[in-house]
């Protein structure tokens, strides 16, 4: 799929407002009948502009398509590097496991060990995701430090 090169922060700005339209997703599967996404099938529909039908039946097939998108993994790294935890790392790869990471954030209130702890809200979720935006945007205009 060749797709033009959108900036990591456009990407994170375009899937807040499409979780703010459409709703966040934290069922099974990456996606509802009814149209709500989880975090990172938001991401790949800001980077495609489409949700495709696997995302609402077939989760490995799914997972396949977002991670060989490289800029929807660029802005789903960059939201799992602003989250107050850690990502855990795959058995199989041995690398950080970033979707892993951003799906239990919205769905487990895990990230502190508080009995109490709830999931962030949507709004939550947007602001998470804007503070990504930001930071991305931050980091790709700096110059290069060799520049001058």
């Given at each position: 799929?060749?797709?033009?090169?959108t900036s990591t922060g456009t990407i994170l700005r375009t899937t807040a407002h499409i979780l703010n339209y459409y709703g966040l997703h934290t069922g099974a599967q990456f996606a509802s009948a009814e149209g709500r996404l989880d975090i990172?099938?938001?991401?790949?529909?800001?980077?495609?502009?489409?949700?495709?039908?696997?995302?609402?039946t077939d989760e490995d097939t799914a997972l396949l398509q977002i991670q060989v998108c490289e800029p929807a993994m660029d802005a789903i790294r960059m939201l799992s590097a602003v989250l107050p935890t850690l990502p855990p790392t795959d058995p199989g790869t041995g690398t950080d496991d970033?979707?892993?990471?951003?799906?239990?954030?919205?769905?487990?209130?895990?990230?502190?060990?508080?009995?109490d702890d709830q999931p962030p809200t949507t709004p939550e979720v947007i602001g998470a995701i804007l503070r990504a935006a930001q930071a991305a945007d931050t980091f790709t205009a700096a110059p290069h430090r060799n520049a001058a």
């Open positions: 799929m060749n797709l033009p090169r990172c099938a938001a991401i790949f529909r800001a980077v495609t502009g489409r949700t495709p039908n696997c995302f609402l970033h979707i892993e990471h951003i799906c239990h954030w919205v769905t487990k209130p895990v990230w502190t060990g508080n009995a």
